[in-house]
């Protein structure tokens, strides 16, 4: 059953912890992507990766790390240096065809993982 | 400032009738237009698409409509069901790629 697994679904963390978000996909898709969801807002890009060991910013990168050593999985680390981190994440993965054929990429989503600082 | 924009936060809607759900945009430059539904501690589903060079997608019951004149586009979903029930975004491309986001319509279908 392909899909995408966030994990924690929920996770609680102190005020100057670093905190690490999974995300797995078994779509073999080559594009995965990071948002976030707050309240009122549309979901913000915060880092995407087209590729393996490659990744770039989004629109609201402070605060927050990747890594993308497999393609299969794009972790995200939200740091103490993130001055707002309550938030909803959002994982996403796509294909790159649509985008090279004239249309876009459809971006599968995760279930999310909701993490509260205290 | 927000480059797509949903400007009803909710809409209510009785079952078999039609939800027509809005977004405006600011960027001449979006060029392919999506919709997602999203239920509550789920992900978002995608919907429907729609490029610019088309006014009209249709999908069984839903729907969407362009107007790159206006930056105007519009999800109509006919007939309603209490299952339509959910948070729908609405999201823009210039690249395929990246997209920007709407803060998002939810909708209560009412039985």
């Known amino acids: 059953d392909g899909g995408i697994t966030q994990s924690p679904k929920y996770l609680f963390r102190k005020e100057g912890q670093n905190v690490t978000l999974s995300c797995e996909q078994n779509l073999n898709h080559d594009a995965m992507y990071w948002y976030r969801q707050d309240p009122g807002q549309g979901l913000r890009l915060i880092y995407y990766s087209q590729i393996v060991n490659d990744f770039q910013k989004g629109d609201i990168a402070e605060g927050y790390s990747v890594s993308r050593e497999k393609k299969e999985s794009f972790p995200l680390t939200v740091t103490s240096a993130q001055k707002n981190p309550t938030a909803f994440y959002l994982c996403a993965s796509s294909t790159l065809q649509g985008a090279l054929l004239g249309g876009a990429n459809v971006l599968t989503f995760g279930a999310g993982s909701r993490l509260t600082v205290l | 400032d927000q480059q797509v924009k949903q400007n009803s936060p909710s809409l209510s809607v009785q079952e078999g009738r039609i939800s027509i759900l809005n977004c405006d945009y600011t960027n001449s430059m979006f060029d392919y237009f999506l919709w997602y539904k999203k239920y509550p501690a789920e992900g978002p589903t995608f919907l429907i698409s729609?490029?610019?060079?088309?006014d009209k997608n249709e999908d069984g019951r839903f729907t969407v409509f362009l107007n790159k004149s206006a930056k105007h586009l519009s999800l109509h979903i006919v007939p309603s069901q209490p299952g339509d029930s959910a948070v729908y975004f609405c999201a823009a491309t210039s690249t395929g790629q990246n997209f920007v986001f709407g803060p998002g319509t939810r909708l209560s279908v009412l039985p």
């Open positions: 729609i490029s610019s060079i088309k």
